[in-house]
């Protein structure tokens, strides 16, 4: 048993991943704040034009997505570095949202 904690340890594997989910918690906490953004500005454009935006419409459910890629790399559902080590909004996870 000590053996193979010993060798789990020293897998650099393990711990390329870990220092990757400390890069995409830092990403995810900025992509949090951005949403906020893009929601009071979708709220702002609705109260004043009567509709929503778009263009921010298409922003804000590519930062979902995106969300959505470190969530799915942060627990191990997927192997795939999430952007910007891909191109964005290129896994195939994201098929989900937009369905």
């Given at each position: 048993?000590d053996?193979e904690?010993?060798y789990?340890?020293?897998q650099?594997?393990?711990?390329?991943r870990i220092?990757y989910m400390?890069?995409?918690?830092?990403?995810?906490?900025l992509v949090?704040?951005?949403i906020?953004?893009v929601?009071?500005l979708?709220v702002?454009s609705?109260?004043?034009t009567?509709?929503?935006?778009?263009?921010?419409?298409?922003?804000?459910?590519n930062?979902?997505?995106?969300?959505?890629?470190i969530?799915?790399?942060?627990?191990?559902?997927t192997e795939?570095?999430?952007?910007p080590?891909?191109?964005?909004?290129?896994?195939?996870?994201?098929?989900?949202?937009?369905?």
């Amino acid at each position: 048993m000590d053996q193979e904690i010993n060798y789990n340890l020293t897998q650099v594997s393990t711990w390329k991943r870990i220092f990757y989910m400390l890069i995409f918690a830092a990403i995810g906490s900025l992509v949090r704040i951005m949403i906020w953004g893009v929601i009071l500005l979708q709220v702002g454009s609705t109260l004043l034009t009567g509709k929503a935006n778009p263009n921010i419409l298409t922003f804000g459910k590519n930062l979902a997505s995106y969300t959505y890629q470190i969530l799915l790399f942060m627990t191990f559902n997927t192997e795939t570095l999430p952007f910007p080590f891909s191109t964005w909004n290129s896994n195939r996870e994201t098929e989900l949202i937009e369905k």
